[in-house]
């Protein structure tokens, strides 16, 4: 059972470059997340989908996007890599209920020169 | 959305038992009180969730308080591993939406 699986580990893209962060869960979770950290800082909800299918805006959204392909996967676009986005991504899913955890992967540590 | 306040850092010794503390002033009804866990390098790990009263698990318990606008979470023994970040989030019922603050940094020392 390997939970929440997030790939790559690590990345250095130059400014404007484009890549895709992957996100796959086998707990057949309905919600899916995409979270940054930055340095001595808690999380910040990029985007969510609260269920196969639907995809919403978290509080910093602006220079990515996402693709629920299907229940299983996640993905997190940058299409035009900035510094700003130098940050440790995490990809998280819970059954969608308050009162059910979020199980997270291990993250993709993104730099950006 | 409910936002939470705790220490910025803590410290305690091996064999202790360490009560970390979390105001939410504004939490509504139908929200519950989750800690999380994270080591350097990991994704933070659920620890332990609770609505009111006392919930204890292998890990931890959480006291809460009959007004709700604080909770603690109490790690018993603790030991050298249990040196991490803590955060303390208020999830709710209608919007799952998590605001997470920049935790509690707790240091054991022998």
């Known amino acids: 059972n390997a939970g929440v699986t997030q790939t790559p580990k690590f990345q250095v893209l130059k400014t404007g470059q484009s890549m895709t962060l992957q996100c796959a869960q086998d707990?057949?979770?309905?919600?899916m997340y995409w979270y940054r950290q930055d340095p001595g800082m808690g999380l910040r909800l990029i985007y969510y989908?609260?269920?196969?299918?639907?995809?919403d805006k978290g509080e910093v959204p602006n220079g990515y996007n996402v693709s629920r392909l299907n229940k299983r996967e996640f993905s997190l676009r940058l299409e035009s890599a900035a510094p700003s986005q130098t940050s440790v991504y995490f990809c998280a899913s819970s059954d969608g209920t308050a009162n059910s955890p979020l199980h997270f992967g291990n993250g993709t540590r993104l730099t950006v020169t | 959305l409910a936002k939470t306040t705790q220490p910025i850092s803590m410290d305690s010794y091996e064999g202790q038992e360490v009560n970390i503390t979390c105001s939410h002033n504004?939490?509504?009804?139908?929200?519950?009180i989750t800690w999380y866990q994270q080591f350097p390098s990991q994704g933070p790990r659920f620890i332990i969730q609770g609505y009111k009263t006392k919930v204890t698990n292998e890990v931890a318990s959480l006291f809460i308080p009959a007004d709700r606008k604080s909770s603690t979470l109490s790690l018993p023994r603790v030991s050298l591993s249990d040196t991490a970040v803590y955060y303390c989030l208020v999830v709710s019922d209608s919007n799952y939406q998590l605001i997470w603050g920049a935790g509690t940094k707790l240091i054991i020392k022998p």
């Open positions: 989908s609260a269920s196969e299918g639907t995809t």
């Open positions: 504004n939490i509504a009804t139908n929200d519950y």
């Open positions: 707990m057949n979770h309905n919600s």
